[in-house]
Nanobody, 117 residues
Framework: QVQVVESGGGLVQAGGSLTLSCKAS????????MGWFRQAPGKEREFVGSITVKGYIRYEESVKGRFIISRDNEKDIVYLQMNVLKPEDTAVYYCTAGRTSRPDEYWGQGTQVTVSS
């Protein structure tokens, strides 16, 4: 089964950091690109970034230079390290999987990230 489960959300002050984790099933890890999307209150979901099985990383411009995507092949985990957080980063963050560098075929349940000003 294709399965992704994210965790690590919470409340953080502006300028702070937070790291999200996504545990993928073996099938998901070996087959698909892994990515992150987010949905802010009252807004549509937007792409954050992704990482390929070969380690190529793609970022949305608003987070480039602040967020870091990485993967642990031994643990089948992908991370989203978020630095210099801003109030506008407040959103539900979703771990995703798919067959393109903007993977949106399979979704986790989401984890809330709230950044206070």
């Amino acid at each position: 089964q294709v399965q992704v489960v994210e965790s690590g959300g919470g409340l953080v002050q502006a300028g702070g950091s937070l790291t999200l984790s996504c545990k993928a099933s073996e099938r998901t890890w070996r087959t698909y690109y892994m990515g992150w999307f987010r949905q802010a209150p009252g807004k549509e979901r937007e792409f954050v970034g992704s990482i390929t099985v070969k380690g190529y990383i793609r970022y949305e411009e608003s987070v480039k230079g602040r967020f870091i995507i990485s993967r642990d092949n031994e643990k089948d985990i992908v991370y989203l390290q978020m630095n210099v957080l801003k109030p506008e980063d407040t959103a539900v963050y979703y771990c995703t999987a798919g067959r393109t560098s903007r993977p949106d075929e399979y979704w986790g349940q989401g984890t809330q990230v709230t950044v206070s000003s």
